[in-house]
């Protein structure tokens, strides 16, 4: 009997110093910025990656007024990473502008995630981080890698494949093809509409 009482005191006191412990641990806080023009499912591979790891994942669409070419508007590509992960408590989306780790201290970021799909992302993204770190110390990058069948994907090549009417799923979720398929046509009938000279 009092060893049972001794063994439920022992327990009570590693009860209460696991919870100060863990009182000390940082919430790790990490964006994962991009111009996601549009969400692609090597996108998405990532963000369900990330929302494990982290205790809190921001979805940052970089906003560049002064070269914006992109496909989508900014409301467009928010609207379709909202949808896309709405089932996911701790993701957000947002968007910003200007210098990446002065949003990532605005907004309590830790962290910063970005993909490497092949070697070839490896140096801009090596240099990115470095100059990022050289900014900002208190902000780690931290690098994932989709499932190898989203290695080749990039929203430039989606964009591409759409434009020529070529098959795009398993590259993007449906919502998003179809959101592509209407902007080709809204495309192709504007310029149907300027004359040949
Ligand atoms: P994209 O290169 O497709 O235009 P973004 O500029 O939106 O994409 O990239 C945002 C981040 O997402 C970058 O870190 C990029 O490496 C990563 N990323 C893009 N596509 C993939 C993919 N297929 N798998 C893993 N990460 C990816």
Redesign the pocket.
Known sequence: MQKHCLAGVAQHKIEALNTNLRGFLKQIVAI??????PV????L??IHRGCKLFDRLVVAIARNPEKDDSLFSLEERMEMLKAMTADLDNVTVDAFEGLLMTYCIENHANAV?????AVS?YEF?LQMALMNRKIEPRVETVF???AEK???????IVREIASFGGPLSGFVPELVEAHLRRRVAQKRAATSEIPIK
Request: hydrophobic content about 25%.
């Open positions: 994962y910025p991009g111009s996601f023009d692609t499912n090597g996108h591979d990532l995630l970005r993909g490497i799909r992302d993204e994932m890698m989709p989203y290695s080749y994907l990039s929203s430039r």
